[in-house]
């Protein structure tokens, strides 16, 4: 039986990542160089869409392994407003898997000209994002046809990892890194179809949840629900869902959570708590015991360090995003008239 495109692409991304890894070593190593060598203390990332969620994912690692804040760049005051920004200390970074947004090439030749070093994160080298930047990370993910960005979205998380362990400097954080695509690879031949089940069928909202780095996969989990299946998924910390939005949890609102290991655990697993006094349905993805989350529908997940976790847990949660648009009758590879490359401005 063939598989859809976009089914194809989250196999191949263990494959991706690894690659990346060993290919991409000394031109990561070259940016943090750079990066070290005019003092940056701080970065600015601009991006757009599944781009913008993985920097999400390096609001975290950033500051939790170099003490670096992490800003996500507003575009539209460089291209709308023209209004000069203060980059002194700053890295600027942009994401973008076809590197042909205008809005995120501006910011980082904003930043070239302004003297800042800049990095550009790109699935197409000769991109314009990629001639902006004095240093360009190859994401080398081959060609993504499906409109869900899968494998540049673990190729871009990777990229920031690799390249938070060379500014930290840290041996034992690199070889962490190192044995992600295997867990990667476990996941996907462990889990199967990961499917709905009661707490999620027949949906048309639901909230999605993590925190740490993980509040990075609530997004990205939440934008893949949406895209693929038009279904209103609205991601947050745990933190923030307790501040008024828990408000939208019950029988017709389902909660999808990330819940993996570590200090954000606990609130997670308050969060779920609540979810079922509110008589939602819940779904977890989760390297802990089902046991924590009472009669919850859990999906295991590999267990990795933390830090690092985002690269296994967004895996089920492409699967379960493709597997609901297939209930409901959706074209994966082409949803909704979707187009794969926006430009913005």
């Known amino acids: 039986m063939s598989r859809t495109l976009l089914e194809r692409e989250i196999a ?34 601009a991006a757009r869409g599944t781009s913008d969620n993985a920097a999400r994912y390096a609001q975290h690692v950033l500051g939790l392994r170099c003490g670096m804040p992490v800003a996500l760049a507003t575009p539209s005051l460089t291209t709308l407003y023209r209004a000069p920004l203060r980059l002194d200390g700053a890295l600027v970074m942009g994401i973008s898997q076809s590197g042909e947004s205008p809005d995120v090439c ?21 991109s314009v994002l990629a001639r902006a ?23 871009s998380l990777a990229a920031l990892a690799a390249l938070t362990v060379e500014l930290a400097g840290d041996e034992a954080l690199h070889e962490q890194l190192a044995r992600i695509p295997e867990a990667m690879a476990q996941q ?6 990961v499917v ?29 629900i949406k895209e693929l299946t038009a279904i209103a998924a609205e991601p947050y910390s745990p933190a923030d869902l307790m501040h008024g939005p828990v408000a939208v949890l019950g029988p017709a609102t389902p909660l999808l959570a990330i819940a993996v290991d570590g200090p954000a655990l606990p609130s997670v697993i308050d969060a779920v708590a609540d979810a ?13 015991s089902g046991d924590r989350f009472g009669a919850e529908e859990v999906v295991p997940l590999v267990s990795v360090p933390e830090w690092l976790s985002p690269l296994v847990s967004i895996l089920p949660a492409q699967a379960l995003a493709a597997q609901l648009a297939g209930e409901r009758g959706i074209d994966v590879d082409a949803p909704f008239g979707l187009n794969k490359v926006t430009r913005t401005i």
């Open 12 to 45: 191949e991304q263990p494959a991706v990542v690894e690659q990346l890894l060993h290919g991409q070593r000394g031109t990561i190593a070259e940016a943090a160089a750079r990066a070290r060598a005019t003092d940056s203390s701080w970065v600015l990332i």
């Open 106 to 126: 501006a910011v980082v030749e904003a930043a070239r000209a302004a003297g800042r070093p800049t990095v550009a994160i790109t699935n197409t080298p000769g």
């Open 133 to 155: 930047a004095d240093t360009t990370i190859g994401l080398g993910a081959g060609p993504e046809r499906s409109v869900a960005a899968t494998k540049t979205y673990t190729a």
């Open 188 to 193: 996907l031949a462990g889990q199967g179809d």
């Open 196 to 224: 709905a089940g009661d707490a999620l069928a027949g949906i048309e909202r639901c909230a999605v949840i993590g925190r740490g780095p993980n509040h990075a996969t609530a997004f990205e989990a939440a934008l893949k």
């Open 276 to 288: 079922r006094r509110r008589g939602a349905g819940r779904l977890v993805l989760s390297d802990v």
